[in-house]
């Protein structure tokens, strides 16, 4: 299925609605893709819960603004508002039930005919009803700014429909040592080349182990375990996908000796627990991923490896989760959140000691 991009002709006159029509358009294109190219269950599954919270939360914005202006078709705009939520609703049982090709192909033309043709044509009808209506729209709008967690009226919510949610996960932050040197002391070509070298290595390490990447920064990333699975596999998950990265880079290192010498390292921090999940970022560029202490501890726990000198510290939590006792025990201090105030934590310096 060709899913057209969005473009100023489909613009409604509001910007958020716009933007949501935009976000939502990049979904689709990012479903359909993992469709084609008959990627994972887990990721389809991925952007079709994705698909189904954003289309959830964006009929109850759009009928609020609806209602603001005055819009005389509500009613009817938002029986269809309901019939598609019920259909994705049930897809995504159908698909739970039986992922299969059929069921792709339903999926598919349910994308194109319901919810595009929606946006395309159905959507455009309020726009007269909107314009010029920008206070109205302002203090209808001001409920729904948050589109995760707390973030819009509970009322409002349809049965079945999911926002983020709290949901106990596994964090890995990974940090690319020394890049200001690298920048300093090499080509800007071959940092570039050798920094996207890594980040493929990475992510497919992070892939193999069922994670999922969640953030960039530059010369790191935020990764996911146990958005699909239990908590316990995650945590083996991610101390087997950290184990892979570090064999990754010695290769690495191998490969671009006569270029960098040996300038690749990296230091992860991995913690485990409640965090809250959804889909968030820019509207061009939405991304599941996670906020809360135990992101920002396991952030703490990366660059604990700095100051201890080790290539990974993980929290003690993660460690009688996976039940793998690796490295040396040690005390984090680096937090003030009482939960993870002197978190009992471990600290490996070699690969070697990953050989569990
Ligand atoms: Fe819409
Ligand atoms: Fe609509």
Redesign the pocket.
């Known amino acids: 299925m060709k899913v057209l991009p969005w473009n100023k002709d489909l613009s409604v006159g509001v910007g958020v609605?716009d933007a949501?029509?935009k976000l939502l358009f990049n979904i689709i294109k990012q479903l359909n893709r993992a469709l084609e190219e008959g990627q994972s269950v887990d990721k389809v599954r991925g952007y079709l819960t994705a698909l189904t919270e954003y289309t959830d939360f964006?009929?109850a914005r759009?009928e609020a603004l609806m209602k603001a202006c005055g819009y005389s078709e509500l009613e009817e705009h938002r029986e269809i508002h309901n019939e598609i939520c019920s259909r994705l609703e049930q897809i995504c049982r159908d698909f739970d039930a039986a992922p299969d090709d059929a069921l792709n192909e339903r999926i598919l033309i349910f994308l194109n005919s319901w919810l595009v043709e929606?946006?395309m044509h159905r959507?455009k009808q309020y726009v007269p009803d909107m314009a010029g209506k920008d206070a109205e729209i302002a203090t209808a709008h001001a409920p729904f700014q948050r589109f995760w967690g707390s973030g819009y009226p509970e009322h409002t919510r349809r049965p079945g429909g999911l926002t983020g949610r709290e949901r106990r996960v596994v964090a890995m932050f990974v940090d690319l040592r020394g890049s200001t040197r690298l920048a300093e002391e090499h080509d800007a070509y071959d940092v570039v080349l050798v920094l996207n070298e890594l980040f493929v290595e990475l992510t497919d390490a992070i892939e193999r182990s069922r994670g999922h990447y969640a953030q960039f920064n530059g010369d790191g990333l935020l990764a996911l375990f146990g958005l699909e699975q239990e908590f316990g596999i995650a945590c083996r998950q991610a101390l087997e996908s950290a184990r892979d990265m570090f064999r990754r880079v010695e290769e690495l290192n191998k490969r671009f000796a006569e270029e960098l010498g040996d300038a690749l390292s990296i230091g992860i921090g991995i913690h485990g627990g409640e965090a809250i999940v959804g889909m968030m970022g820019p509207p061009a560029s939405p991304i599941v991923s996670a906020v809360g202490v135990v992101v920002n501890t396991a952030s703490g726990l990366e660059s604990e490896t700095k100051k201890a000198g080790c290539m990974l510290v993980y929290s003690q939590t993660v460690a009688d989760a996976a039940g793998i006792y690796v490295g040396d025990s040690g005390v984090y201090r680096g937090t003030k959140h009482p939960a993870h105030n002197e978190l009992p934590v471990r600290l490996v310096r070699s690969v070697s000691e990953l050989s569990y």
Do not use: K, R, V, Y
């Open positions: 609605i949501d029509h964006h009929f759009e929606h946006i959507d």
